[in-house]
């Protein structure tokens, strides 16, 4: 039996990706030069779709990379000289904490415990370069308000505001405007298979490269800022990529398109508040995170303790897959991806299960 | 109508590709989490089979990166502190130079012109910690044979020897004992979509990085030796791979394993021992590579001069498509790459057409 996968990533696929690959390989996508007509054709419907989607402003530009790892380590490395600034509250942004240092910063942070999130009153030092705030900690189930966000831009508006959306997008509205660089993989929120991460970045950054790059410090190679820009502008990128993946991402963002992301929203909101109702009122499962604030809408994750096989055993037998909790809390907790490929219906289904216990 | 397809990469797919992909589909791979069992099974498959295929000893680890790109920029940042030597004969070896550059070490470099190769007896600077050879120049069809590429190492056996053979896998027979990292992509030689390369590195190389690292100089993050290593052990990646891509590899291994790699190696070198005889014998194009002991037999360049145009034309008429010459020579060189998809009977239906011009 096919399972719904609700796994926070790879997730379940979206179900139009298996016809659009159909496709593809009936056009010679997955052969097709990365310098050729019909690549820069495919490479703009991907990048122009997801501008109107995103609601992206002119003057923010898509680079494609090969994962959002990837993406960790370019902005330390195009964006910082010396010293980047991390809320840590997860394993994700502690990972991008931690990258900072193996790349010879001085990363600054300040962490808080799993499942906990950040008020907009915090002192950030001025020798911060860059703020790295991940908006939705995969790992957790922490979401940071938007206000929240933009708030550490206005208070520090010398430094560049990095924003982690990995697990999130398309489901946030952002005000592009007040961000300086974001970045999503796309085999979460937009249900493709993985292999290819997305970085949305500004002018500011464009600028901060190439300053660290006139001052001659190394800011990578093939996939440094200025590479990955030149490229872009031509709808190229500099190595050969995962030309099916960017072919598919275009594909899947117009379905989006169609769908209306103010519908996908609506959804997600909808399918967020159902599942945690109904851990609000379950005798045995709680939501993990308890303060609504910092409730995810996009990765759910229930506190099952030692019910935790007992559930999962049942949902599998009702055909849906349950993320294990992670790290530490495999054991102990379960995540639920709420991303737009899964339907009203299936949470539906899943809610109904879930009160069975 | 669907071409066959010559450009040396991305190339004609192996024609088995396709029922892979619908496989994949049927068996969720492409929403699989990359922490699974089966994923770790995935990964193994195209390991162990590559270990097969090409006959690579014990004390050799495979590491999977975005694109051979990546590889060239790794190896660097974990296998070079100061000082890198690049064979430099066409477009791909000279990046290769350039990333040394641009990652601040100080690469020293022997250049020769486009169409030709390079002799074992050169002096390599005893201050080499690395020698990089581009076993095949995809840009202008020079191959070195591996006694000048193994006779090198010998003579500088403290330095370490990279050997790109992005687009020769899995044509040559290397004795891997001799050298100490090989890299390749896998929209060339293996036929599958673009967007993942395969690393091949020995102990020495695990050592260096060690060294570098406890230096205290950057090795780069997720994706340097020690994260790529530890990883690979349980069959893993440290970033969400390309899960479908590898999925793919191991299975058109597989399916090279079942044909043979001695039958593959033996078509390779009469369908290129077909082109050159036709192009040599032709009178109004010719071999790019003059010289029998650096042609390649996996990428074949065609002067076709003013011909290029007449010559794609009627190539196109046919059902085929020729890869166009590279760089500054696309409008007066035709690529034709020979790989394992090429059947013989397209080459046969190749050298037809051209002995018609």
Same mark, same amino acid.
Do not use: A, M
């Given at each position: 039996m096919t399972r719904i996968n609700f796994t926070p990533g790879p997730s379940q696929l979206y179900f139009t990706v298996e016809d659009h690959v159909r496709q593809a390989f009936k056009d010679g996508i997955p052969s097709l030069s990365h310098r050729s007509k019909e690549f820069e054709k495919i490479s703009k419907e991907a990048t122009d779709g997801l501008r109107e989607l995103l609601n992206i402003p002119s003057g923010y530009h898509l680079y494609f990379t090969g994962s959002a790892n990837e993406i960790w380590e370019r902005i330390i490395q195009n964006l910082v000289e010396d010293q980047s600034f991390h809320f840590v509250n997860g394993s994700f942004s502690k990972r991008f904490y931690e990258i900072a240092g193996l790349l010879n910063k001085h990363p600054q942070k300040l962490e808080v415990e799993m499942g906990k999130g950040f008020d907009a009153n915090v002192n950030i030092p001025a020798s911060a370069e860059l703020i790295a705030v991940t908006h939705n900690e995969t790992s957790s189930g922490v979401s940071l308000p938007l206000d929240t966000i933009y708030a550490y831009k206005q208070k520090n508006p010398n430094a560049l505001l990095a924003v982690d959306a990995v697990s999130s997008l398309p489901f946030p509205d952002f005000d592009?405007?007040?961000?300086?660089t974001v970045f999503f993989s796309?085999?979460?929120?937009?249900g493709l298979p993985a292999g290819l991460g997305v970085w949305i970045v500004n002018e500011k950054c464009i600028a901060k490269a190439e300053q660290l790059l006139a001052k %001659?410090?190394?800011?990578?190679?093939?996939?440094n800022i200025p590479a990955l820009h030149s490229h872009a502008l031509k709808n190229q990128t500099p190595e050969t990529p995962n030309v099916l993946g960017i072919y598919l991402l275009g594909k899947v963002v117009g379905d989006f398109l169609r769908r209306g992301i103010k519908t996908i929203r609506q959804e997600t909101e909808y399918k967020s508040a159902l599942l945690y109702q109904t851990l609000q009122s379950h005798g045995l499962i709680k939501p993990f995170v308890t303060d609504a604030t910092y409730q995810s809408k996009t990765v759910i994750v229930a506190n099952? %303790?030692?019910?935790t096989e007992k559930v999962t055993k049942l949902l599998l037998e009702k055909g849906m897959q349950p993320g294990d909790g992670y790290g530490p809390a495999k054991k102990t907790q379960l995540r639920f991806a709420n991303f737009p490929t899964h339907s009203k219906e299936q949470y539906e289904l899943l809610v109904d299960t879930l009160k069975l216990i």
């Open positions: 592009y405007s007040k961000l300086d796309v085999q979460k929120g937009f %001659g410090i190394s800011i990578g190679s093939y996939h099952t %303790g030692e019910h």
